[in-house]
């Protein structure tokens, strides 16, 4: 599975960006799409996760009230909508999926297998 990421740039604190995952030669059909975090000097960091197939979402405690993680079956996107950024969201964001099993919802890196290249995600103050 071959996973673009979209949509990010420079944006002023308070701003909003979407990011989006696409796939390339296939559906997210049977997986998890999940979306990470990586500043510089720190550790990937989870922040979201859409099991394709049910529906299930899973938000990081970090995330919740200013991420949300959407899907558009038609587009075969999964979409991270950031409001209320904040300087310490500065970081590259990747998309990223793992085969699903029933309902569950990974949120740790270790599980997905496919990654994107990534996004630079940019606030200023």
């Known amino acids: 599975v071959q996973l673009v990421e979209s949509g990010g740039g420079l944006v002023q604190a308070g701003g909003s960006l979407r990011l989006s995952c696409a796939a390339s030669?296939?559906?997210?059909?049977?997986?998890?799409v999940g979306w990470f975090r990586q500043a510089p000097g720190k550790e990937r960091e989870f922040i979201a996760a859409i099991n394709w197939d049910s529906g299930r979402i899973y938000v990081a405690d970090s995330g919740k009230g200013r991420f949300a993680i959407s899907r558009d079956n038609a587009k075969n996107t999964v979409y991270l909508q950031m409001n209320s950024l904040k300087p310490e969201d500065t970081a590259v964001y990747y998309c990223?999926?793992?085969?699903?099993?029933?309902?569950?919802?990974?949120?740790?890196?270790?599980?997905?297998?496919?990654w994107g290249q990534g996004t630079q995600v940019t606030v200023s103050s």
């Open positions: 990223a999926t793992h085969l699903s099993i029933g309902d569950y919802v990974g949120s740790t890196k270790a599980v997905y297998h496919y």
């Open positions: 030669g296939r559906t997210f059909s049977s997986y998890v």
